[in-house]
């Protein structure tokens, strides 16, 4: 296992060396990491009521970096995420996106920071159509950039494509839970947030949310993919942590996840 403490080192995923400017843009196929933290959290401990559910957590996401968030039922992943985007209060710790202590900051400042949420259960607009529920959600990222146009997120997601006037309401599960993927990329952000994605679709729609993660990848934005299906997560992350009660109990690269049967058991019953 190794140690918690923020990664220091910088690569370049093709094996070239780089001098990685954290301003660089990336290019399609040439996925550039650079471990200075897009967010990073420290010591956070967070309470429901009288509840103790995270203990102490330490969880940074380095630019460009594709984090896996696992652990069983209830250890507290999806309080983390909230935490990080300021929808529940840590009662200590700092909470840091892109060198700014934003530490109890509201969720829409922790948003215009690059950081997209897509929360668990989805929640698109039903009343919308597929059209305006992009189209509203459209803005510049942080550094100015409009990668991601509407004629984009379409080209990525051709299922929309042929939806454009459909109500949220009449999409299938997986066909929401691209308009919600889509409707974050219009954000332009820096950091994807995603709990439990592909939870409740059929096989083949999960496979295709698991190619837009890794395409997502590509480009170089960053992610946290929180899902229970580790197989699929360790394929497409660069470390991933494990949380049991609120407290990181792994933190390690996929290859050493894949490895070590006994810890898949151990933590999360595979
Ligand atoms: N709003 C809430 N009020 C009180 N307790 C809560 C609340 N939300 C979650 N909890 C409790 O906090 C703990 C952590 O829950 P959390 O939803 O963060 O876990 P999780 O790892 O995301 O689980 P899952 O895999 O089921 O989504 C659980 O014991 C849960 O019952
Ligand atoms: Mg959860």
């Known amino acids: 296992m190794q140690a918690c403490s923020p990664p220091t080192w910088e690569t370049r995923i093709d094996g070239r060396s780089s001098a990685a400017p954290s301003e660089?843009?990336?290019?399609?196929?040439?996925?550039?990491?650079?471990?200075?933290?897009?967010?990073?959290?420290?010591?956070?401990?967070?309470?429901?009521?009288?509840?103790?559910?995270?203990?102490?957590?330490?969880?940074?996401?380095?630019?460009?970096?594709?984090?896996?968030?696992?652990?069983?039922?209830?250890?507290?992943?999806?309080t983390?995420?909230?935490?990080?985007?300021?929808?529940?209060?840590?009662?200590?710790?700092?909470?840091?996106?892109?060198?700014?202590?934003?530490?109890?900051?509201?969720p829409y400042m922790i948003a215009r920071q690059?950081?997209?949420?897509?929360?668990?259960?989805?929640?698109?607009?039903?009343?919308?159509?597929?059209?305006?529920?992009?189209?509203m959600a459209a803005r510049a990222g942080t550094r100015g950039q409009r990668d991601w146009t509407y004629e984009r997120v379409l080209d990525t997601f051709p299922r929309l494509k042929e939806r454009l006037g459909h109500g949220g309401q009449q999409l299938s599960g997986g066909e929401q839970q691209m308009l919600t993927i889509g409707r974050a990329l219009m954000t332009n952000p820096d950091v994807l947030i995603l709990d439990e994605a592909t939870e409740g679709l059929a096989p083949l729609?999960?496979?295709?949310?698991?190619?837009?993660?890794?395409?997502?990848?590509?480009?170089?934005?960053?992610?946290?993919?929180?899902?229970?299906?580790?197989?699929?997560?360790?394929?497409?992350?660069?470390?991933?942590?494990?949380?049991?009660?609120?407290?990181?109990?792994?933190?390690?690269?996929?290859?050493?996840?894949?490895g070590d049967p006994a810890l898949l058991s151990q933590y999360l019953g595979v």
């Open 24 to 78: 660089q843009r990336y290019p399609f196929g040439e996925r550039l990491l650079t471990m200075d933290p897009l967010i990073d959290a420290r010591g956070i401990n967070t309470y429901y009521g009288a509840s103790h559910i995270l203990r102490g957590i330490d969880f940074s996401v380095g630019r460009g970096e594709t984090v896996g968030l696992m652990g069983r039922n209830g250890m507290g992943k999806t």
């Open 205 to 258: 729609i999960a496979r295709d949310i698991w190619r837009i993660c890794s395409l997502i990848r590509q480009t170089g934005i960053s992610s946290v993919i929180v899902d229970k299906n580790w197989k699929h997560v360790t394929q497409i992350t660069d470390r991933n942590v494990i949380l049991v009660k609120g407290q990181v109990v792994f933190e390690g690269s996929s290859d050493e996840l894949r």
């Open 114 to 135: 690059g950081v997209a949420y897509v929360p668990e259960g989805r929640g698109i607009f039903g009343n919308l159509n597929v059209t305006e529920n992009l189209k």
């Open 80 to 106: 983390l995420l909230k935490s990080l985007m300021g929808l529940v209060k840590p009662r200590s710790g700092s909470v840091t996106i892109a060198g700014r202590d934003l530490t109890g900051a509201a």
